[in-house]
Nanobody, 113 residues
Framework: QVQLVESGGGLVQAGGSLRLSCEAS????????MGWYRQAPGKQRELVAI??????NYADSVKDRFTISRDNAKNTVYLQMNSLKPEDTAVYYC????????WGQGTQVTVSS
């Protein structure tokens, strides 16, 4: 089992920045990928960014604005979000893939115009 705890959400004006963190605990030795999804009100959950072993992938809507990184020593994945837009407003969920998929509880990001 893997437990994920997110932090770093909040309210920011358009054009601002936030950094999300997600720390994994439990059976972390087999985590192959960690990443972030988001879900806006009335919309489906969508992929934001994934950090696999040796590669990263981003949704087109966040490329060149968001950066995902992993600190394997701390079992933590980060999402640096710059040039935020109102359409980035959503609950952001951390996930980890270690055989099964695990999810964090979510953290709210609100971008005001």
């Amino acid at each position: 089992q893997v437990q994920l705890v997110e932090s770093g959400g909040g309210l920011v004006q358009a054009g601002g920045s936030l950094r999300l963190s997600c720390e994994a605990s439990g059976s972390t030795g087999r985590i192959a990928a960690m990443g972030w999804y988001r879900q806006a009100p009335g919309k489906q959950r969508e992929l934001v960014a994934i950090a696999n072993i040796g590669s990263t992938n981003y949704a087109d809507s966040v490329k060149d604005r968001f950066t995902i990184s992993r600190d394997n020593a701390k079992n933590t994945v980060y999402l640096q979000m710059n040039s935020l837009k109102p359409e980035d407003t959503a609950v952001y969920y951390c996930y980890a893939r270690s055989g099964s998929y695990y999810w964090g509880q979510g953290t709210q990001v609100t971008v005001s115009s």
